[in-house]
C-alpha cells in the first residue's frame, strides 16, 4: 500500500524549535513538498526535496532521506503565527499527483 | 497576476443534489488538478485536466466528473451527493512540464457541506 505518516499534533513555545517528521512509502516517487495550511485556507508551498540532503530556506528546512522514506521540516524562531496544519506530500509522477499525510497541527504557546 | 481562484466559496447542498464548483488556474497554467480534503485529513487527489481531458484520476467514484474549457478553467460536478462528500474542495494549477520545485499552486478552496 501508499503511507505517508506525520505526526498529529505537536506543541512548542514562541522562540523554540519544532521538527516535523515525514515517512512515506508510495509507488514512484518525484519530489517531497512540504505545504503550510492555516485553518481553512489555502494549503501555501514551504518547501521542496528531490535529492538527499538538507534545504535551507529562512527559518524553514526540509531534510530528505530517499534510501529510508524519511524526511522532515525544521521551524526554527517559531512565532505565532506559525501555528497551522503542516502538510507532508509525495510527488508520485512526472504529472504531478501529490499524495498528502493527514497533517501535523503545531501549536506556537507564548 | 492572480492566483487560483475557486467560486462559491462555501456552499449548502442536500443528499441526492448535484453541485458543480469552477476553478480559474493562475495565470500562465494550464495544468489544473482537483483535490478532496476531509475535515483533520489531507488532500485527497480527486484528477487532473489538461488539454481539456482527464489526464490522471484518484480513487474516486465516477459520480465525481470535470471538465476543462479552452481558457484552461476547469469545473468538477459531482452527482448524486452523500453526506460523505462534505469537505474543502481544493483546484491547484501548475505549469506545462512538470519537475520543477513549487509547481503546484492551490486556491482558496470551495467548502461544500451536505445535509
Known amino acids: 500500500g501508499q503511507n505517508i505518516d506525520q505526526p498529529t499534533e505537536m506543541t512548542a513555545t514562541e522562540g523554540a524549535i519544532v521538527q516535523i517528521n515525514c515517512t512515506y512509502q508510495t509507488s514512484g516517487f518525484n519530489g517531497l513538498f512540504w505545504y503550510q495550511q492555516h485553518a481553512g485556507e489555502a494549503p501555501t508551498f514551504l518547501s521542496y526535496?528531490?535529492?538527499?540532503g538538507l534545504e535551507e530556506k529562512g527559518r524553514f528546512s526540509s531534510f530528505l532521506s530517499r534510501s529510508k522514506g524519511y524526511s522532515y521540516l525544521l521551524l526554527k524562531e517559531l512565532q505565532m503565527k506559525d501555528s497551522a496544519s503542516y502538510l507532508c506530500a509525495v510527488r508520485t509522477d512526472s504529472w504531478g499527483k501529490l499524495q498528502f499525510g493527514a497533517g501535523t497541527q503545531v501549536v506556537v504557546t507564548p | 497576476d492572480a492566483g487560483v481562484t475557486q467560486s462559491p466559496t462555501h456552499l449548502i447542498k442536500t443528499r441526492g443534489q448535484q453541485v458543480t464548483l469552477r476553478c480559474s488556474p493562475k495565470s500562465g497554467h494550464d495544468t489544473v488538478s482537483w483535490y478532496q480534503q476531509a475535515l483533520g485529513q489531507g488532500p485527497q487527489f480527486i484528477f487532473q485536466?489538461?488539454?481539456?481531458?482527464?489526464?490522471q484520476r484518484g480513487n474516486f467514484p465516477d459520480r465525481f466528473s470535470g471538465h476543462q474549457f479552452p481558457n484552461y478553467s476547469s469545473e468538477l460536478n459531482v452527482n448524486a451527493l452523500l453526506l460523505g462528500d462534505s469537505a474543502l474542495y481544493l483546484c491547484a494549477s501548475s505549469p506545462r512540464g512538470q519537475g520543477g520545485r513549487d509547481t503546484q499552486y492551490f486556491g482558496p478552496g470551495t467548502r461544500l457541506t451536505v445535509l
Open positions: 526535496n528531490v535529492l538527499d
Open positions: 485536466y489538461y488539454e481539456e481531458e482527464e489526464r
